[in-house]
């Protein structure tokens, strides 16, 4: 019975790495001369405060992105300690 818990926990945490695999190959490409670039060809002028604002902005996406991908390279580095484990076991 506890083998059989240990290969479903296993299947598990394959079906989460792959995943975390796929949430990896998201990118966000959106870069602030792309966004200044719609305005300008909308003729929207921007004051310098405003441009100053948006790449305040892209900054902190950035961060967050940054921020995403190392919280998933810790979880996926957690899931296959794990399942080194569980193989261990289940031998």
């Known amino acids: 019975h506890e083998k059989k818990e240990i290969l479903n926990r296993l299947v598990i945490i394959e079906n989460s790495i792959r995943k975390i695999d796929k949430s990896l190959k998201i990118k966000s490409d959106i870069q602030l001369e792309s966004i200044l670039q719609v305005y ?10 405003v441009v100053k604002n948006l790449e305040q902005v892209t900054e902190f996406h950035n961060k967050l992105l940054q921020n995403r991908q190392q919280r998933l390279e810790n979880q996926k580095n957690s899931m296959i300690n794990e399942r080194l484990s569980l193989e261990q076991k289940a031998q």
């Open 40 to 49: 300008k060809e909308a003729q929207v002028v921007f004051e310098d405060k």
